[in-house]
């Protein structure tokens, strides 16, 4: 595999087939393996449901003023504004005294 002259050398396809790196690679099951791409299909597809649903929920179900004050929420919890909430930005966020419902649902969550 290391010959200088390319002519010499093996192809890349012919290394992978060499027992060395085949004698390396685990034996995978089948049907586990299915199972586990139909379980990341159905993980994305719900991923994608949920999405949607928020995007529903906060564009159909909540008033322009609701949806300004929790826009006012989020930039005050998001600390780095990353656009993203961490779980410490959560709890930091949630010692304001009028958030302190937020404060136990973070508590549930642990």
């Known amino acids: 595999m290391l010959a200088y002259d390319s002519k010499k050398r093996v192809t890349a396809a012919e290394a992978l087939i060499h027992p060395w790196f085949t004698s390396l690679l685990p034996q995978v099951d089948p049907i586990l393996s299915q199972n586990a791409l139909i379980s990341l299909k159905n993980f994305r597809v719900e991923r994608k449901l949920q999405n949607a649903s928020l995007m529903y929920i906060a564009t159909q179900l909540l008033s322009k003023e609701d949806t300004e004050e929790m826009q006012k929420i989020f930039e ?29 649902f973070v508590r549930m969550l642990n």
């Open 76 to 104: 005050k919890f998001d600390i780095n504004h990353d656009g993203k909430l961490s779980r410490e930005e959560l709890i930091k966020g949630s010692c304001d005294k009028d958030l302190e419902s937020i404060t136990e």
